[in-house]
Structures are given as C-alpha cells and as structure tokens.
C-alpha cells in the first residue's frame, strides 16, 4: 500500500533561503535577515506578518542551517510545560547544538505566559522564534519585545506567487501520474486571487487538480480557478491588524485628494460588509480634513450615508461612492480640527481658568449680587453685530486656537472679519 503524501504545501515548502518567494528585503541578496542566518549568530526572533509568507519555512531553514533542533508549538494549543519539557532535555545527544523553538501564534500566550518565557530566552540553550498574524507591538509583553528582534512579513506579490504555482501544478500531475496543463491566465488568474499567501495559492492548485474528471482531459480551468479562488484576495478581519490598515488608507486616500485609492479601499470595506466603518471614516474624514473649505460637505455626505444606510448593500455602495468622491475631490482644509485639538490639548494640560464674570449666567435671583453677566456687551446692539470683548477665561486670554486657511471660503471669512474688527 502507498504511502499517502503529504499535503501539497509541505512537499513544495523551500528548503534554502535562494528558494523563498518573497521577502526580498529580508532573505534577499543582500537582507539583513540572510546577513544574520549566513552568520550562524541566531538571536531571538519574532516574525510578525500575515499567513502564508513565508514565516514557519523560514523558522525551518534557520535551523537546518545552525544545526539546531526545531520544535514547532502553536500558542493555542502548546503551554509553558512543554517549552520546559524541551528545555529539560537539551542536555541529551539528540540537541548537540541547542534547539530552536518555533512559537506560532505568540499573541495567543497571556501576560503570564510570556512573561515565564524570559528564563529560556535568556539561558542561551533555546533561541525562541515566535510569530504571529497581529501587530506584536499590540499583542506581546514588553518584556519579550527587549529581548527579541521584530522582522516583519509582507504579502507576496502575485508576480513572485507565479513561479510557486506553476511548479504546484507540475508538482500534482507527477503526483498523480498525469500531465496536468492549465488554459490561459490560470496560474495568473491563482497567484492575483490568493491574497499574497503562497500556501493559499499551492492549496488552490492541489483542490482544482483532484478535481479533474477520471478519464477527462487532465487541464485546469479558469471558471473552476475563479470557483475555487472566488473572495480569497483580500485579506481582511474586524479585529486585526488588516481592518485599521485598510480604515487608514481609507481615510488618508480620501484627505490626500486620490478619489481612485480612496473608491479602492470603500470597496474593499464593502465586500467585507463593513459598512458602518466606511460610513464612520466618511463623516469623520469629510469634517476632519475638508472642513471649512467647502462646510456644505458635511450635510451631502450625511445625506448620502444615510441613504446608503437606508437601502443597503449593494445599492448602498452607489451612495457611498458618490460621497467618497466628493470629499476626495474636495479643498481642504484642517483649520476646524486643529482649533478644538488645540483647545483639548489646552485643557489636557490644566489650562483652564474661571469664566469671565460678564460671561455667566444673569438669568436668576441674586445673580447680580454676585456681578454676574454686569457689563456684558450684546453684540447685536453694535455695528456689524460685533463688540470687542473678552469671551476666554483670563489665564488663557491671549490664546489663538483658529488660524484661517488658505481656501477661499475661510480666506473670504477672514476678509470680511479684518474688515469688521479693523484689523
């Protein structure tokens, strides 16, 4: 009887870091990660980066090349008991030259956990690679992040991706004893659809070639690439990293004037379902950053976030890119933000004061034995319904928190207030 093989992924994993798909920056001709490993002085390590980049392969090249002992634990499984159970068995002939531990998952490991990983990292026995999927800086204990090196992992690109998906499918016909060809664009069609994850685009290659018909021509089509890879290139999750990544080049796309990337990430938050984020960042975006440039936005996108909110998706997305656009396409200006963000960091800062006596309140019995509202101006008694007078608390008299904009709207404000003020 065969032996079954292993999944595909693992028989196609690189075995030298030539063989990497990726990572140029780290393992490339001159990466400072290669630097490192060709040095055989391995520290502590923690790959940060999304699945299917290259992490766990790496952990396994490092050790074959020092010669180290690799055990694989996954954080939501493993626990401080077997780390120590590695430990206690390092002084037999089996790790001649220490082991290195490959964490997966470290995020999944409590306070408590990390912090009882200290007393290895420091022995010098173990040298601790960790991973995870989520920002370290966010998810480890301070303590490890000291001790260890941050090399963060970026998605493949389709174009390094190609290479590992034409071997796969060559890889599955000699598995299988057939010659497996594909019609036109299917490795592209793959290495595009899987989201830069090399291990998603090999699995997609091992489920379409067991998919072809007994007897039948043995080529991979592009309606069951696209059945199988349908959704799978975009990386997106709630509560991760990916979500606030793809909010801020949202948000920053729409304030930089680039109605393209900015409709890019509206849809790529809308083929998620999250509209309500999208909705959020465009009202926050169209006061933050077009302001008082052109004030008429705010009406027109609430407009438009509320009839996208009314009909829903995917019609909702015919609103949402109406506004998108404007406010992209719109002046700018941040002069509304950065008076109240002035004004908060004032009071932040204890910088307060008591309101000027002619200011309070007058309206009640035996307010003005207390000299309240006695002297106050009412501007509308002047010209121009203007009245020089002072509305700030005294420890903050002389504060300026509003400094006009460039645009024509505020420029046209400032004039008219020059103007009425003699200034």
């Known amino acids: 009887m065969n032996k079954p093989l292993a999944p595909l992924p693992e028989r196609i994993r690189p075995t030298s870091l030539d063989e990497i798909v990726g990572q140029a ?3 490339g001709k001159n990466g400072l990660l290669r630097r490192v490993i060709e040095n055989g002085h391995i520290p502590n390590m923690i790959f940060y980066g999304p699945s299917g980049t290259g992490k766990t392969t790496l952990a396994g090249i490092i050790a074959a090349r020092t010669d180290r002992t690799l055990h694989r634990l996954n954080a939501t499984q493993a626990g401080i008991a077997d780390i120590k159970a590695i430990f206690d068995g390092l002084d037999t002939l089996l790790s001649p030259n220490g082991a290195l531990i490959y964490l997966d998952e470290i995020q999944y490991f409590n306070k408590k956990q990390q912090q009882s990983l200290l007393e290895f990292m420091e022995n010098g026995k173990i040298t601790l690679i960790a991973s995870t999927t989520e920002n370290p800086y966010f998810y480890v204990y301070n303590a490890i992040l000291s001790r260890a090196t941050v090399f963060e992992f970026f998605s493949v690109t389709p174009e390094e991706i190609l290479p590992a998906v034409r071997r796969a499918i060559s890889m599955c016909g000699e598995a299988q004893g057939i010659d497996v060809s594909a019609e036109p664009g299917v490795a592209e069609y793959i290495a595009r659809s899987s989201g830069g ?3 998603k685009a090999v699995g997609a290659v091992e489920m379409l070639v067991s ?3 007994l007897g039948g021509d043995p080529v991979i089509t592009l309606k069951d690439a696209s059945a199988v890879s349908q959704r799978s290139a975009m ?3 709630r509560d991760g990293d990916s ?6 080049a949202y948000q920053k796309s729409m304030r930089g004037s680039d109605p393209d990337a900015a409709v890019h990430y509206l849809g790529r938050l809308l083929s998620a379902g999250d509209m309500p984020s999208a909705c959020r960042r465009l009202l926050v975006c169209a006061a ?8 008429q936005i705010m009406p027109i996108v609430k407009s438009c976030v509320d009839s996208a909110l009314q009909v829903g998706l995917p019609e909702a997305a015919l609103m949402l890119s109406m506004a998108v656009v404007m406010v992209a396409t719109a002046p700018k200006s941040n002069s509304a933000s950065g008076a109240i963000g002035a004004a908060m960091a004032d009071l932040q800062s204890g910088k307060s004061g008591d309101i000027p006596a002619h200011l309070k309140d007058g309206h009640y019995q035996g307010a003005q034995k207390l000299g309240h509202a006695q002297g106050y101006k009412y501007a509308h008694d002047f010209d121009n319904n203007y009245v020089k007078q002072q509305y700030l608390p005294d420890a903050l008299k002389d504060a300026v928190y509003y400094t006009p904009g460039g645009n024509k709207f505020e420029q046209a404000l400032k004039k ?3 103007a009425v003020k003699g200034e």
Do not use: F, K, T
């Open 25 to 27: 920056h780290l393992v």
């Open 197 to 199: 994850d090399v291990r």
């Open 211 to 213: 998919a072809i018909p």
């Open 235 to 237: 990386r997106y999750d």
């Open 243 to 248: 979500h606030y990544d793809i909010l801020s």
């Open 288 to 295: 933050e950053d077009v302001g008082l440039a052109y004030p």
């Open 416 to 418: 008219y207030w020059d």
